[in-house]
Each structure stands twice: as C-alpha cells, then as structure tokens.
C-alpha cells in the first residue's frame, strides 16, 4: 500500500492511502484538512477513481468532474493537487 501526504501552497494537508494494481487504482482513502461540502462526496470520489489509470491529469479530471457535476464545493485543495498526492502515493508504494 502507498501513502503520500501533500502539502498544498497555502498550508492545507492532503493525506492518501493507495492500492493498486497494474498502473490501475484499485482501493484509494483521500483525508486532510481540506474542506470539501458536501463531505460525504469524498467517498464518492475514492469509489469512482477504482479502476482509473495512475495518470495525474486523468485522476484530476475525473475529481473535477464529479465535483462540478455534484454542485459541490472544495476549498484549501485543487482537484489536481489531489491527483497529484495519489501519484505520490503510487510513486511511495513501488
């Protein structure tokens, strides 16, 4: 399992927790304290990522998407600095 924390310009931490298999996410946890509203959302995002290639701007679309689609709000983070604390995670678990 690869664990990464990313911190963003601006001092919000963002903490994950990897599985994968063959450059796929098969499992992935996104914590920190960032705000994301609604919360429950995040959960949404770790579930739609499965299966998704370890590709930063693949993974940063994706989140970009479900979060525009969802009218939500995410503060003190980026989708892309998301996606590139999954990538570190990938890079850590190897």
């Not at 959960?43 to 994706?62: F, M, N, T, Y």
């Not at 998407?65 to 570190?88: F, Q, V």
Request: glycine share 10%; hydrophobic share 40%.
């Amino acid at each position: 399992m690869g664990r990464a924390a990313y911190k963003v310009e601006g001092g919000k931490l963002i903490k994950v927790q990897l599985e994968e298999r063959d450059g796929r996410i098969e499992k992935v946890r996104i914590m920190g304290d960032f705000f994301l509203h609604p919360e429950d959302l995040i959960e949404e995002i770790e579930r739609d990522l499965v299966g998704k290639a370890l590709e930063e701007g693949v993974l940063a679309s994706s989140i970009e998407a479900l979060i525009e689609e969802r009218g939500a709000t995410l503060l003190g983070a980026s989708p892309r600095d998301i996606a590139r604390c999954i990538i570190m995670a990938s890079e850590e678990g190897r």
